[in-house]
């Protein structure tokens, strides 16, 4: 059993600052990533930011120059700082993780955020 708890997400202003937490607990073995993804109304899940077991990162265009997707290996914890928020980036955020061989991926219940104009 993996369980991802996300935290942080909320009502924020254009031009504000959120920083989401994910917490990855129970069978935690050889993590291959963990990332962020989001979903809007009525749209796809969508890559955030994704940083891999060696430290390197990607980031989808949409968090280019805004976000940074950040990790603490000892608490198996994933941080994503946002900045510059627009009412675009209004969506719930997924964590995931991805695991073994395999990629096997876990999703986490996700967090709602909220851009206001």
């Known amino acids: 059993q993996v369980q991802l708890v996300e935290s942080g997400g909320g009502l924020v202003q254009a031009g504000g600052s959120l920083r989401l937490s994910c917490v990855a607990s129970?069978?935690?073995?050889?993590?291959?990533?963990m990332g962020w993804y989001r979903q809007g109304p009525g749209s796809q899940r969508d890559l955030i930011a994704v940083?891999?077991?060696?430290?390197?990162?990607t980031y989808g265009d949409s968090a280019k120059g805004r976000f940074t997707i950040s990790r603490d290996t000892v608490k198996n914890t994933v941080y994503l700082q946002m900045n510059s928020l627009k009412p675009g980036d209004t969506a719930v955020y997924y964590c995931?993780?991805?695991?073994?061989?395999?990629?096997?991926?876990?999703w986490g219940q996700g967090t709602q955020v909220t851009v206001s104009s």
């Open positions: 940083i891999f077991s060696g430290g390197s990162t």
């Open positions: 129970g069978s935690i073995v050889d993590i291959k990533s």
């Open positions: 995931a993780i991805f695991l073994g061989g395999g990629w096997q991926r876990y």
